[in-house]
């Protein structure tokens, strides 16, 4: 898989089929494999691009300084690299703020913006279960409790509710070839509570939808229905049997309302 070399790491990215560019930007602690439960849909309409953010996945060294901005100018520099001209931008959750930012700090790459479960800001109560998340792994916290609090956060009750679904996220992450280090976790902690795009919001001059998780206890419907009322023009999808890991829960409901917003 390719790789592009920028300031201080080399930038993983995959990239997936053909048509409109469309870039897919993870959220914290998650990588460009975050997106597999819609990686084939969406690539059969359009030509995907998933980096993995400064401080995860493939992307090394992990435990490198990390901020929104500077994710953002990866987005672009991976862009340019690729000369695939204006791209839309799907970010999740960490990875709406990287979307953001980068429709700001370059608007000539962005065509519209998908900002899903995700906000102008990270919130305090988020902030605060995060850095308690990292402050566990720097104790060498057991990894599958560590997890099994994670999936608490981002899946639904039905989902936590299935031991076989419990069993089969716990194999997969205990499992995966690309673990993220806890002082890159951290790192990655350090940029999102920096975050702060509450004046910057009326500048997004770009066509947008905000897609929330019914069930989201981060960023709960409620919110997302306020961020995208600061927008100007956003629509919002309301996804129902979906909380914050909404395209792992509902990829197909995710992967058309995202199309629908798309080609129209």
């Known amino acids: 898989m390719p790789d592009l ?32 439960t819609v990686a084939e849909p969406l690539a059969s309409r359009y030509r995907t691009i998933a980096p993995d953010n400064r401080g995860v996945g493939r992307t090394v060294p992990q435990d490198v300084p990390v901020d929104v901005d500077t994710l953002a100018d990866d987005c672009a520099a991976l862009l340019d690299h690729l000369d695939v001209g204006r791209a839309s931008v ?28 995700t906000g102008d800001g990270a919130g305090a109560h988020n902030v605060e279960r995060f850095f308690a998340m990292a402050d566990r792994l720097d104790r060498g916290e057991d990894r599958a409790a560590w997890f099994r609090s994670l999936f608490e956060a981002i899946f639904t009750r039905r989902f936590m509710a299935n031991p076989a679904s419990i069993d089969a996220a716990l194999h997969w992450s205990l499992d995966y070839p690309f673990p993220q280090a806890a ?40 919110h997302c229905a306020a961020f995208a009322a600061r927008l100007p023009g956003a629509r919002l999808v309301v996804l129902d049997g979906a909380a914050h890991a909404v395209h792992t829960e509902q990829p197909k409901a995710f992967v058309d309302a995202v199309a629908a917003f798309l080609d129209t």
Do not use: K, N
């Open 5 to 36: 070399a920028r300031p201080g790491v080399s930038l993983h990215y995959d990239t997936r089929g053909r048509g409109a560019p469309l870039l897919l930007v993870a959220g914290l602690a998650s990588d460009a494999l975050s997106w597999l």
């Open 90 to 117: 799907v970010g999740h959750s960490m990875g709406g703020f990287v979307a953001q930012r980068l429709a700001l700090r370059h608007p000539h790459l962005v065509e519209r913006l998908v900002l899903v479960a």
């Open 183 to 222: 002082a890159a976790f951290r790192r990655q902690c350090e940029a999102m509570a920096a975050f702060d795009g509450r004046a910057d919001l009326a500048r997004i001059a770009r066509p947008t939808l905000v897609v929330a998780g019914r069930e989201d206890i981060l960023f709960p419907p409620d």
